[in-house]
DNA sequence: CGGACTTTTGAGCCACGTCAAGAGAAGTGG
DNA sequence: CCACTTCTCTTGACGTGGCTCAAAAGTCCG
């Protein structure tokens, strides 16, 4: 079923590989995969029995309403897990923001073994912090903080000293913030002009002052 | 730690006492503890090691920012479990919102117990998923989008068949939804202008055209 | 160089927030 | 049981942050 929505590998084997992250600890164990800009892993009501971790690129999950609003819940970056859900159907779609790698694994083969299930546990449970602290964001924080946490944030999970660069578009940032395309744009040139990050090419983003940044966060 | 900042029992034993649910199946094992209105049930910072099951009453998680906004991350009825965190401190405060009585179970203990283990494993997912949809809310929904869709969910968590009785007070509601308490308030107004739900008294909401309800919640 | 797409900028508007006051509701003491 | 206090909820008038609509300026590729 899977195969059938995704493209095969085209840079790494599509063969069966166990996957080794950095701390030797193995978080996911499955086959790699290759995919295009903008292609779906799942959509919405697809059977949920798959698992995912990122190796290289990025995916946005979202939802989208009758009348075409969108909603991005969350975005994975390299090294992140996504696709554990309670429901046995996906209450979402994901979908790659460029040419990106995935280590896809069956839920229960990981689940069965106990190292693997740890980790999964662990990441549900971080998932879960992070979709409060999302909550938090979207339910008090004006546009000027939403757009400062979440560069701060990005930066932090890409490892960047002080700089990002957004594997996303300017409408997903805005519909992961609760904004509009308009506002995030105005925002980023309002936090340049009053000297807070510095744009160099509309992805890449300096923070030439971080700890004002910072404040912004609370 | 927790005996020095909780009241113990009044309306039941505080004893150590098996608890069964419905269904025969062990959700949390641990002892009963009964709290008055308001009452903090654990505070940011605290270290997370026990879970909680709700028997009677309700409880409000939120977080509260240095600047005195406060962000409600959920509330939990009777047979809701909260208190299951990644990190090993809190992150977030949980308080009563009136007279409630609290299982409550060592983490570590009931994660020794394969059938609790199941349950907190099911929980975790659950919550994701119910603040997935929070984010949704709070994302891309309109006041009145958010109060039609706050008390549709609630009703069907209380199990009340179009009514419900709010166990929260309006601030509440607002930190909850990311809107004023006069916002909150007005819009329940003009729902009950629009004839859509009827208030008999501030806390008990009749929902008068239910479909016109569930229409708002997409 | 040309065409499609993304981002930025501008002008005006509106949903919701803010500030303020009044109306209930609930607890307290006499 | 009733005054009194206190807290919560409602309503009104007004202000504003972010949305909408519109157009120009980049940016990316073939």
Redesign the interface.
Known sequence: MLAQTHSYARSGPPAAAPDQPRDGQPSLIGITRSFGRGQEVFGEGDSADHVYRVVSGAVRVQ?V???G???I?EFYLPGDVFG????ALR??TAETLGETTLVVARRTTAAADPAQAERL??H??????R??D???T???RSAAERIATFLVELAARLGGDDEVELPMSRQDIA????LTIETVSRTLTQLQTRGLIRLNGCRHIRFARPAALAELC?
């Open positions: 939802r309403l009758a009348d609003r969108r909603q819940e554990v859900e309670f429901s209450r979402a546990w662990d549900a449970l971080r998932e879960l912090a979709c409060h999302h909550v938090l979207l339910g008090l519909d992961y913030l609760g609370e």
